[in-house]
Every structure is written in structure tokens, then in C-alpha cells.
């Protein structure tokens, strides 16, 4: 039973039954995460090369020691301090580092699409960790499943994503991946930072966050990036918190206990308040615990692939 | 298809299994039981079950997953891994592994280094329903065995039980 994909691009090529999957896999990897000895030797023969060309501390740590606690090996690449400055291709890069006789590759990439092109020249099985404003597979993988923890079957619950859904490969995976686990999903924020034809993905559009939390039985709030607007989007931080900022104030004026979820880094006092992260509807602390089981999962699931092609 | 034990026959042998064990445990008091998963746990249940009979003492019994173990996760289509549970520390304790047929004795190699990660045990020992004799690639030898049987590699025997598929029974079977 290996999964239907050869790398993990994105949630749009996985079927049901590869999401259900790796949930399964991630909980005995759990498990695994709370013994003393928190290390198995799965693939104590295969070498993981962490590439990234973006900035990450949760991701990259996350993959790091789910790499490791899997007993593989791992090398770790970022752009800065390489020769990507001094003008060498993704795909020399790459090959540089296959050369070295690596066996998977995870890769962080500020251009939307980049996994996909690398998939089509190298042989080695890529996780995507994200590529632009494209997708974020394990982020919603993790999302799902600590909301699963917390909610049982996903089916018919109701999520609501707040913030920059223009920018964010988050907003992207998790609305492919609720939807395959048949959530209904809303998005709100400022217009400015939603699609316009977000609703061809079959998600409500709610510019009125109080309205949207009423509505939902999980909040997913995410990060302002700031570093992907190239133009000014909204006026100031101080507006946008004020209008589309979740505070203890708005979610006492609810009747019901929503679950908070941020995928981090939280820019506290914008998008959210301290008094939320904090607060104990917040699972922010178990989606980053969670993220090391299913990224394990994943990497377990994928290497099964390798010498059957 | 060729019957090596049938309802009755295996019925007797488990008895004489759960006999032998409690001939060198006697009271349990430092022992563990720990199945394999996930066909070993049928027949670690059964077992437990007739120990807990004669002794009438509480047994501490896990079960243990050696998936992540395995030496072959590259080479064959994945395995989906199943759930360890052993809530008791195994640490100086004698420890019976228990699976149901024992051939290459690469899943015993597994189930030992997974076993170690949980602490240090004071003996390990194993005991098999069947035991394909002579055809082992790794010096691993069972301390209580339920029946010996000579197969080939193409051969497969097949462990069968009421819980799962509906009959008591052990076959040897030709791959065609």
C-alpha cells in the first residue's frame, strides 16, 4: 500500500485514500514521537537533502527531525551563502546535490510551480515545502489532522481561513485538502487580499470576520506577508487588525468555543492577538507537534517508491 | 492444500504452549507478553488468555509493531504500519515474544531491535506456532514451538483463525 504519487507536489494530486493514509501513518509515527527512545530506523539507507530558497524555522526544523527521527541521513541547503548567487540553475543545483547520491529531495521555492519542473528532470522524489503562492501540502496536511485530533471526522465541519488568502500557499492546500475530506470552507479578510474567483474552488467568501467566526467550528488565522505584496494592499497594520485582527474581545462576543489554528510565524497584535494565541482554544503548539509525525509520515509513505520504478 | 493442524489439533497445541510457559514463569510476576503485530496477535491472545486460565494471576501483555523495523522498506511496496501498545516497562523483565510462524527470522531480528528501544530486558524469549525449519537466513532459534514443519520457499503457510477468517486451522499451501 504505498501512496498513488511518486513526490508530494501538492493536496490537488492526492486521492482521499493517500490523505486517510498518511493520517493513519502519522498516528503510529505519534506514538513513536512519545517513547523515550524517539527514533526508529526505517531508513537508516536513505539521505535526505533539504533545500530551501526560502526562509523557514518551522518547516525546515520540522523536516529535520522527521528526517532524522526516521534514522535518515540529511544534508540541509539554503540559497543564501551558496553558489545560487553566483548565478547557478535550480536544476545544476540539484543535480549537484543528486550527484552526491541523495535519495529525496525537500524543497522550499519562492516561484510558484518549481517542484512540478524539477519533478520532470530529476528522478528523486520531491516533498514540496512550499513553492510562491502556490502550495504548502504538509501544512495542510498537519492543519487537517490536528484539527481531525480535535474534531473527529472533518466531514460536514465547518473552517473558516482569515487574512492574506491572496498570498498564501497555506490558504491553497488547505482548501484543496478540506475539501477532499468534505469540510465546508469560508475565506475572509480585507477584498483586497482575496481572489477574485476564490469561489470557483468551492469556498464561501465573507469579508465580515466576526460573521465568519460565528459561522465556523475552526478559525485557521493566517500570517500578513508583508514580503509578497509589492504594492500596498491595505493602509496600515494598525487598520487591519482593527478590522480583520482576531481578539479575545470578538470570540467571548461568540456564543460557542472555536478552535484557533495559526500556521506560524505569528505577528502578534495584527492578525492575531496575544490574548487568542495563548488562550486555550488555540492548538497553534499541537499543529507544530503534529507537523513532525506527519512530515514522517509522508517521507515513510514516499520512500517505498524508490527502487520499485 | 495440505492440513497441518486442524481445530482440534491446534486447540491442543496451544494448551501445551500455554502449559510450557507457565513451566518456566510460573506466577508471571517478572514476565511479559508481547505479541507481534499483526498476525502474532491472534495467537498471543489465545495464549494469554490460557495462561491467565492456569495461573489465574494478571498478565502484563503488549502487542509490538515492527514496521518501522524492517530491513526491506526500500526494496517492497510499503507497509501499512500497525499499533505498538505495551504499557509496562519491559525493563529487566523476561520478555516472551510471540508471533505465529516463524521462516526467515527477520521479523524476530526486527521485533528484537524494536524491543530494545523500550529498555532492557532481562531475557528474551520466543515462541512460534510454526516453525518452517531450514529455511532461516538469520540464526534465530524459537524456545517454544507449536508445530515443525519442512516447506520450501515457494510454500506458504497459512495461519487461520475463528476471530478473522472464520476457522481454526493451520494450511501449507503451493504458490501457483
Not at chain 1, 19 to 27: H, K, M, N, S
Not at chain 1, 257 to 283: C, F, T, W, Y
Not at chain 2, 95 to 119: E, K, N, P, Q, Y
Request: net charge positive; proline share 3%.
Amino acid at each position: 500500500m504505498s501512496l498513488s504519487v511518486k513526490h508530494l507536489l501538492g493536496i490537488k494530486e492526492l486521492t482521499l485514500q493517500d490523505i486517510e493514509q498518511i493520517f493513519q501513518t502519522a498516528d503510529n509515527f505519534k506514538q513513536v514521537l512519545q517513547r523515550p527512545i524517539k527514533k526508529v530506523p526505517t531508513l537508516r539507507d536513505t539521505t535526505v537533502a533539504n533545500i530551501f530558497f526560502e526562509n523557514s524555522t518551522r518547516t525546515r526544523l520540522s523536516f529535520e527531525l522527521a528526517e532524522k527521527r526516521l534514522g535518515a541521513d540529511v544534508v540541509n541547503f539554503s540559497a543564501s551563502g551558496s553558489s545560487v548567487s553566483k548565478g547557478e540553475t535550480l536544476i545544476d543545483t540539484v543535480n549537484n546535490i543528486l550527484a552526491m547520491k541523495v535519495d529525496m529531495v525537500v524543497m522550499r521555492h519562492a516561484a510558484s510551480g518549481a517542484p512540478w519542473f524539477l519533478a520532470n528532470h530529476i528522478d528523486a522524489s520531491i516533498i514540496n515545502a512550499g513553492d510562491g503562492t502556490n502550495e504548502h501540502p504538509t501544512q495542510a496536511l498537519l492543519d487537517a489532522y490536528s484539527m481531525r485530533e480535535k474534531l473527529g471526522s472533518l466531514k460536514g465541519k465547518r473552517v473558516t481561513i482569515i487574512g492574506d488568502i491572496m498570498h498564501s500557499r497555506v490558504a491553497l492546500s488547505n482548501i484543496f485538502c478540506l475539501a477532499k475530506l468534505g469540510a465546508e470552507v469560508t475565506v475572509s479578510g480585507p477584498p483586497t487580499l482575496i481572489p477574485k474567483h476564490i469561489s470557483s474552488l468551492g469556498v464561501r467568501v465573507e469579508y465580515n470576520v466576526k460573521k465568519a467566526l460565528e459561522w465556523c467550528h475552526v478559525a485557521n488565522v493566517l500570517r500578513i506577508q508583508l514580503e509578497r505584496q509589492h504594492k500596498p494592499l491595505f493602509s496600515t497594520l494598525r487598520e487591519y487588525a482593527l478590522y480583520y485582527g482576531v481578539n479575545k474581545q470578538m470570540l467571548d462576543s461568540i456564543k460557542k468555543d472555536i478552535i484557533i489554528m495559526h500556521p506560524g510565524p505569528i505577528n502578534r497584535g495584527v492578525e492575531l492577538n496575544s490574548d487568542v494565541a495563548d488562550s486555550k482554544q488555540s492548538i497553534i503548539l499541537d499543529q507544530v507537534e503534529n507537523g513532525v509525525a506527519i512530515r514522517m509520515a509522508v517521507i515513510y509513505l514516499l520512500s517505498g517508491k524508490r527502487e520499485m520504478e | 492444500m495440505k492440513t497441518l493442524l486442524n481445530n482440534a489439533q491446534l486447540d491442543i497445541t496451544l494448551q501445551r504452549l500455554a502449559h510450557q510457559l507457565v513451566e518456566n514463569h510460573l506466577s508471571f510476576q517478572d514476565s511479559v507478553i508481547i505479541g507481534i503485530q499483526p498476525r502474532g496477535i491472534f495467537l498471543s491472545d489465545r495464549i494469554v488468555k490460557l495462561v491467565k486460565k492456569i495461573t489465574g494471576a494478571a498478565i502484563q501483555y503488549g502487542k509490538l509493531d515492527i514496521t518501522f523495523y524492517r530491513d526491506d522498506v526500500n526494496t517492497r511496496d510499503i507497509h501499512v504500519p500497525a499499533a505498538t501498545d505495551i504499557p509496562f516497562s519491559i525493563e529487566g523483565k523476561n520478555v516472551v515474544l510471540i508471533d505465529d510462524v516463524l521462516h526467515t527470522g527477520r521479523t524476530i531480528r526486527s521485533a528484537m531491535d524494536a524491543l530494545i528501544d523500550f529498555g532492557r530486558p532481562k531475557k528474551v524469549e520466543l515462541l512460534v506456532l510454526v516453525d518452517r525449519r531450514f529455511s532461516r537466513e538469520l540464526p534465530v532459534q524459537p524456545d517454544y514451538v507449536g508445530h515443525t514443519v519442512d516447506t520450501i520457499l515457494t510454500q506458504k503457510v497459512l495461519v487461520n483463525w475463528k476471530e478473522k477468517d472464520g476457522n481454526d486451522e493451520v494450511v501449507l499451501k503451493d504458490k501457483t
